[in-house]
């Protein structure tokens, strides 16, 4: 794979499209590391946030991309994802998001200016509603679904999703605070079920 020109084509395609700038994301894996079950040990080429990194590691969103990829995956070209891949037990997934709420989200309430970002307020609601869906419902489905779980189950923070739900680019909001509650609220829920070989 030359990497030179798979980093040009992402700069070109968000010189065409610069609404598209900055929130695109797109992981390249070479079939042998896609058959792996858990987070493989070599790095792989990823494109986000504007940057091309050749060797980027992966992490808990591994296993729960694998399993969305296999359940809900449309194939442009080639094999289904599900033909590429063993199956991934719900409990597995279920781990892998409380270990990625504890890795990824919940470091995020010391980072203010992080925080200060609206859309980053927004993306952290969401992903929050997914894993509380996932580790406390079990069940993995649409952010738009998992949001809806939640608010039917603590309808106390339905304000907050509301408005994570309805933000778009270029609005402003204005819920550190409340992010940064929420934040700690799941990772409580959590708390109380999480151990390692829980599920």
Known sequence: MNLNRVE???KEIERRRPEWEGRVE???VPLELVRERT????PRPWWGFGTFYAEAPAGNEWIINHYLLRKYGIALYGPEFRE???PIDIGELRQASARDLFAEWVP???DSRWLANSHYQSYLVLNLCRILCTVIGGEAGSKKTSCEWAKARYPEWADLIDEA???TYGDEMKRQADAVAFTRFAAERVNEIYTPNAF
């Open 108 to 110: 995020k309430i010391d």
């Open 8 to 10: 040009q084509l992402h």
């Open 165 to 167: 739900e309805r933000w």
């Open 26 to 28: 797109c992981s390249y």
């Open 84 to 86: 590429l891949v063993p």
């Open 39 to 42: 987070p493989p040990k070599t």
